[in-house]
């Protein structure tokens, strides 16, 4: 049974921007919103970047939800120890 875990994003979050402190980054992630979703990754996680990228599958709720809340950018946590941290750059 999933659980939300509200703490834990939280967290997540705070020691990011920790981390980006220490080491000199000169930026900070403010947490605008999050939710949890009736998404399901398919094997190990390896489309739902696609899918959130493309809004497939249920997740144009999370590109609605952006620009609602005026975030900057997207992030998903999905149940696969394969994958740690996978995006896309410009």
């Known amino acids: ?41 398919a094997d190990d996680g390896s489309d739902s970047l696609y899918h959130l990228k493309r809004g497939e599958k249920g997740l144009d709720v999370a590109l609605r939800k952006r620009e609602n809340y005026g975030a900057d950018i997207v992030s998903m946590i999905i149940g696969s120890a394969k994958w740690c941290g996978w995006g896309f750059l410009g």
């Not at 979050?13 to 998404?39: I, K, M, P």
């Open 1 to 41: 049974m999933y659980i939300f875990k509200q703490g834990l994003i939280n967290l997540a979050v705070g020691e990011t921007n920790v981390a980006f402190q220490d080491s000199g980054v000169l930026t900070r992630l403010n947490l605008v919103h999050c939710y949890r979703s009736s998404y399901i990754e």
